[in-house]
């Protein structure tokens, strides 16, 4: 079993950034992927960025490219979202999770644990 908890969501003007964070425990050790997706109202769960455990290769979406950034503290067990410039159109929940098996990271079908969410709203 692994745990994940996310936390620094919140409320933000147009421009502005936040970071989230996502506490892993549990049987972390055989993990392959950490993943952040978000959720608007309405809208299919889509990916937002990942990050391989070993090799510590990063994948954003091109929507959040340039804007995003996705890092982790193996110290802490932790994996981070930092978004600047953020846009309206990124409000959502955010949720990390995790996959075990290697491959696409994208799909959010194929991770097997996910988080509570935190909500991310940006006013315009």
């Known amino acids: 079993q692994v745990q994940l908890v996310e936390s620094g969501g919140g409320l933000v003007q147009a421009g502005g950034s936040l970071r989230l964070s996502c506490a892993a425990s549990?049987?972390?050790?055989?993990?392959?992927?950490m993943g952040w997706f978000r959720q608007a109202p309405g809208k299919e769960r889509e990916f937002v960025a990942a990050?391989?455990?070993?090799?510590?290769?990063?994948y954003v979406a091109d929507s959040v490219k340039g804007r995003f950034t996705i890092s982790k503290d193996n110290a802490k067990n932790t994996v981070y979202l930092q978004m600047n410039s953020l846009k309206p159109e990124d409000t959502a929940v955010y949720y990390c999770?995790?996959?075990?098996?290697?491959?696409?990271?994208?799909?959010?079908?194929?991770?097997?644990?996910w988080g509570q969410g935190t909500q991310v709203t940006v006013s315009s």
């Open positions: 990050l391989s455990r070993g090799a510590g290769s990063t």
């Open positions: 999770a995790e996959k075990k098996l290697s491959g696409n990271v994208y799909s959010p079908a194929i991770y097997h644990y």
């Open positions: 549990g049987r972390t050790d055989s993990s392959y992927a």
